[in-house]
């Protein structure tokens, strides 16, 4: 929304960004009605969305749809496509992103986009959290015999009512007949969202400016953080957060205008605690002579943290484009670069102003399936072999300039099994769409150090689990091929966001390479297409 503003301003046509609205789900009820009823009525003629506007909601007014980089699943495109032409004949344009490598294959592929099945959707009812929902709602409504425990419920039924019985949230009478206690079914949420919300509010006036989840507002909104929404007229307004009160669930932003320059990241950690095994691990054989992984499905507890910030600020100025150069993208001066010799061109750049860590962490906890990666010696030994050759390589050819390109630094300063093991699991959460009815933002991956060995971990990330994780503990091979054909296909050196990186990555996308993935994906696909 900035730049469209900017750039009608340039152009001298500033009146227009009035009639633009972004819409997405954290605006207000009130603000998402007007917003509509705006639409409807003509005054805004352009609605820039995030899924939020997929479904749901009746728009027969839009005739033109613009798809802006494919949306996660084929049922999510063909329901944005829907959006458009509700009246008479409309227009859908779609536009892939460079950068993202379904994109890409679909642009290469666009009859696959156009005739391929819906994608399968995976879903375990037996899930603790699922299955203790059930329970609690089941005997709210009627007594359950406890003989009639398994059959109605199945076979883990029994552990999972002890546990509530623990709880206090179900009774057992002297009939043998379980009850519930309270009201469970108002923290039943098939959207597996957070249930707990936070009003954003504008400390001088009262007004509540937004709404959204509590790890959202851990990450964005915790106090000193600079946030950006849209005010009625259409403009881009900062407000800097002066308190976030989980209790009282809202947090206190004050005004900052829309031409400040400032922006926040927040600095954050993740660790999973395994609580118990939902399956039997699995051994996932290689072409590796002796190199193995084993997986294991576990119910763990993910805790994120964030733990500080870092506040930047926006400027233009000369850098260097080139990916392989150490300067990419650092604020230069002159007309070339220093280490590689290449022009340098105008640039938006970002400066770190300052670091801040909290003296008490804003942390969020949450249950859901995890599957644990393990590789055993053999293919331990072949990854490092590979990681010491790519390394050769790339000393030799960088060698007259005395410096490591600062994509390359991760095979130095990370072992080759970190570097092995996130690297496949950044390729592989890509891939996921192309595998199961699921986002890449519904998995995600992080390597831990413990007791001196590597372990890797792909956790869902939503409370009480969506079938993503255990999708790939019970598919490995297929997810390793569908994400070594995407990311083979890169002409990137090393790694780049289309293929590799990724802006939500917990580690900051730290001890990464491209051909490290590829060759442990390559080992562990055997041709499972």
């Given at each position: 929304?900035?730049?469209?503003?900017?750039?009608?301003?340039?152009?001298?046509?500033?009146?227009?960004?009035?009639?633009?609205?972004?819409?997405?789900?954290?605006?207000?009820?009130?603000?998402?009605?007007?917003?509509?009823?705006?639409?409807?009525?003509?005054?805004?003629?352009?609605?820039?969305?995030?899924?939020?506007?997929?479904?749901?909601?009746?728009?027969?007014?839009?005739?033109?749809?613009?798809?802006?980089?494919?949306?996660?699943?084929?049922?999510?495109?063909?329901?944005?496509?829907?959006?458009?032409?509700?009246?008479?004949?409309?227009?859908?344009?779609?536009?892939?992103?460079?950068?993202?490598?379904?994109?890409?294959?679909?642009?290469?592929?666009?009859?696959?986009?156009?005739?391929?099945?819906?994608?399968?959707?995976?879903?375990?009812?037996?899930?603790?959290?699922?299955?203790?929902?059930?329970?609690?709602?089941?005997?709210?409504?009627?007594?359950?015999?406890?003989?009639?425990?398994?059959?109605?419920?199945?076979?883990?039924?029994?552990?999972?009512?002890?546990?509530?019985?623990?709880?206090?949230?179900?009774?057992?009478?002297?009939?043998?007949?379980?009850?519930?206690?309270?009201?469970?079914?108002?923290?039943?949420?098939?959207?597996?969202?957070?249930?707990?919300?936070?009003?954003?509010?504008d400390k001088h006036t009262g007004e509540t400016l937004e709404k959204m989840s509590l790890p959202l507002a851990h990450r964005e909104v915790f106090p000193r953080a600079i946030y950006f929404?849209?005010?009625?007229?259409?403009?881009?307004?900062?407000?800097?957060?002066?308190?976030?009160?989980?209790?009282?669930?809202?947090?206190?932003?004050?005004?900052?205008?829309?031409?400040?320059?400032?922006?926040?990241?927040?600095?954050?950690?993740?660790?999973?605690?395994?609580?118990?095994?939902?399956?039997?691990?699995?051994?996932?054989?290689?072409?590796?002579?002796?190199?193995?992984?084993?997986?294991?499905?576990?119910?763990?507890?993910?805790?994120?943290?964030?733990?500080?910030?870092?506040?930047?600020?926006?400027?233009?100025?000369?850098?260097?484009?080139?990916?392989?150069?150490?300067?990419?993208?650092?604020?230069?001066?002159?007309?070339?670069?220093?280490?590689?010799?290449?022009?340098?061109?105008?640039?938006?750049?970002?400066?770190?102003?300052?670091?801040?860590?909290?003296?008490?962490?804003?942390?969020?906890?949450?249950?859901?399936?995890?599957?644990?990666?393990?590789?055993?010696?053999?293919?331990?030994?072949?990854?490092?072999?590979?990681?010491?050759?790519?390394?050769?390589?790339?000393?030799?050819?960088?060698?007259?300039?005395?410096?490591?390109?600062?994509?390359?630094?991760?095979?130095?300063?990370?072992?080759?099994?970190?570097?092995?093991?996130?690297?496949?699991?950044?390729?592989?959460?890509?891939?996921?769409?192309?595998?199961?009815?699921?986002?890449?933002?519904?998995?995600?991956?992080?390597?831990?150090?413990?007791?001196?060995?590597?372990?890797?971990?792909?956790?869902?990330?939503?409370?009480?689990?969506?079938?993503?994780?255990?999708?790939?503990?019970?598919?490995?091979?297929?997810?390793?091929?569908?994400?070594?054909?995407?990311?083979?296909?890169?002409?990137?050196?090393?790694?780049?966001?289309?293929?590799?990186?990724?802006?939500?990555?917990?580690?900051?996308?730290?001890?990464?390479?491209?051909?490290?993935?590829?060759?442990?994906?390559?080992?562990?696909?055997?041709?499972?297409?």
């Open positions: 929304m900035g730049l469209i503003q900017r750039e009608t301003q340039r152009q001298g046509l500033s009146y227009l960004a009035s009639k633009v609205a972004i819409f997405y789900s954290s605006l207000t009820s009130n603000r998402r009605r007007e917003i509509i009823q705006k639409l409807q009525t003509g005054q805004i003629k352009v609605i820039i969305a995030t899924s939020s506007l997929e479904a749901g909601i009746d728009l027969p007014e839009l005739d033109c749809c613009l798809i802006r980089g494919f949306p996660g699943s084929l049922m999510s495109f063909w329901q944005r496509v829907g959006r458009a032409g509700r009246k008479k004949h409309g227009l859908v344009m779609y536009l892939p992103l460079g950068q993202n490598p379904i994109d890409v294959f679909y642009a290469q592929h666009p009859e696959q986009l156009l005739s391929s099945e819906m994608e399968c959707a995976a879903f375990n009812p037996d899930y603790p959290t699922i299955l203790g929902k059930h329970l609690e709602c089941g005997c709210i409504e009627s007594s359950l015999d406890l003989g009639q425990l398994n059959n109605r419920f199945g076979n883990v039924a029994g552990k999972i009512a002890d546990s509530l019985l623990q709880q206090n949230k179900l009774a057992l009478s002297n009939k043998g007949k379980l009850w519930g206690r309270g009201y469970p079914h108002k923290d039943v949420n098939i959207r597996s969202s957070s249930q707990t919300s936070i009003s954003l509010i929404l849209q005010d009625e007229s259409g403009e881009i307004i900062g407000y800097r957060s002066e308190s976030l009160d989980v209790i009282r669930g809202e947090a206190k932003l004050a005004f900052l205008g829309k031409d400040t320059d400032l922006f926040t990241e927040a600095e954050s950690e993740l660790d999973i605690q395994p609580l118990a095994t939902l399956a039997q691990p699995q051994i996932i054989p290689t072409h590796i002579k002796d190199g193995r992984l084993r997986l294991t499905l576990v119910w763990g507890e993910i805790t994120n943290s964030v733990t500080g910030y870092r506040l930047m600020k926006r400027t233009y100025g000369r850098t260097c484009k080139n990916q392989g150069c150490s300067n990419y993208k650092k604020s230069l001066s002159g007309k070339t670069c220093p280490q590689c010799k290449g022009p340098l061109y105008s640039a938006e750049v970002t400066k770190l102003q300052s670091e801040v860590a909290f003296e008490e962490p804003y942390i969020t906890k949450y249950q859901a399936p995890c599957v644990l990666v393990e590789v055993n010696e053999g293919l331990q030994k072949a990854i490092a072999t590979e990681v010491n050759r790519y390394k050769k390589q790339i000393w030799q050819h960088y060698a007259e300039y005395r410096d490591i390109p600062e994509q390359f630094k991760a095979l130095w300063t990370s072992t080759a099994d970190f570097t092995a093991l996130h690297s496949i699991q950044h390729q592989i959460v890509k891939a996921v769409p192309l595998v199961v009815l699921s986002s890449s933002l519904d998995v995600d991956g992080i390597v831990m150090e413990k007791g001196g060995r590597t372990l890797g971990y792909f956790y869902d990330t939503s409370e009480g689990g969506n079938g993503a994780a255990e999708a790939i503990f019970k598919e490995l091979p297929r997810f390793a091929a569908k994400a070594y054909a995407l990311a083979v296909e890169c002409d990137c050196e090393g790694g780049c966001p289309r293929c590799l990186h990724s802006p939500g990555c917990p580690q900051n996308n730290l001890g990464l390479h491209k051909d490290v993935g590829l060759f442990l994906l390559d080992a562990i696909s055997q041709n499972n297409l």
